[in-house]
């Protein structure tokens, strides 16, 4: 059965911290990893990621995936309260995406 | 462009009772899907589609029903509603390639009493 975990579920932060957010998986024909941030509505979509090593970067949100180990992180430095969401780590393989069931991030001002 | 856009935002259901919820989207994307997310859970594809007439079930199908007559529709149905089916319903759509990810709609709130 494919499965995709998050860890942690949650964490509190304060501003200007930097935190990493773990998404690992487990699943047959992997094709890419998706991380989205969820604030109380839709999900948004942050970074796609197909290759190993390489970092996608976006403002100071960063991924990098590692399929031998078959794992991502997700960074986020010098948070701030608008970080403040649920990240959700997605698994396309063949015609579905997977979810993990999210991290919870609260930023503290 | 309005992206995907799901209709209602909220009902309330009684036990027992059918409704559709409906999805469409204009960005003329092949696949679409149905999530459910429950309270501190991820999302769970409850159905797909990856060209019009042709659907599958995700993880979660029981109690649910899907078509897909047009690539721009696609409606999802229960039918005797329960109360385990209380949750956020969301429709999401991405292209052949999917390497862009998916792309969601603002969520149905479905409370069924």
């Known amino acids: 059965e494919d499965k995709v975990v998050q860890s942690p579920l949650s964490l509190v932060v304060h501003e200007g911290d930097t935190v990493t957010l773990n998404c690992s998986y487990e699943v047959t024909n992997f094709r890419s990893l998706l991380w989205y941030k969820q604030e109380k509505k839709a999900p948004t979509f942050l970074f796609m990621l197909t290759s190993s090593g390489i970092e996608k970067k976006s403002g100071r949100l960063s991924s990098i995936l590692d399929k031998k180990e078959l794992f991502s992180i997700l960074n986020i430095t010098a948070t701030q309260t608008g970080d403040s969401a649920v990240y959700l780590c997605a698994v396309l393989t063949g015609n579905q995406f997977y979810f993990g069931t999210g991290t919870s991030l609260t930023v503290i001002p | 462009n309005a992206g995907v856009t799901q209709t209602p935002k909220f009902r309330i259901l009684k036990i027992g009772q059918s409704m559709t919820l409906q999805c469409t989207q204009d960005?003329?994307?092949?696949?679409m899907y149905w999530y459910r997310q429950d309270p501190g859970m991820g999302l769970k594809l409850i159905y797909y589609s990856v060209g019009a007439g042709i659907t599958d079930k995700g993880e979660v199908p029981n109690g649910y029903n899907v078509s897909r007559s047009t690539t721009e529709d696609f409606p999802l149905r229960l039918e005797l509603a329960a109360p385990s089916q209380t949750s956020v319903y969301f429709c999401a759509s991405s292209s052949a390639s999917q390497y862009t990810g998916a792309i969601f709609g603002s969520g149905t709130r479905l409370t069924v009493v």
């Open positions: 960005m003329n994307h092949n696949y």
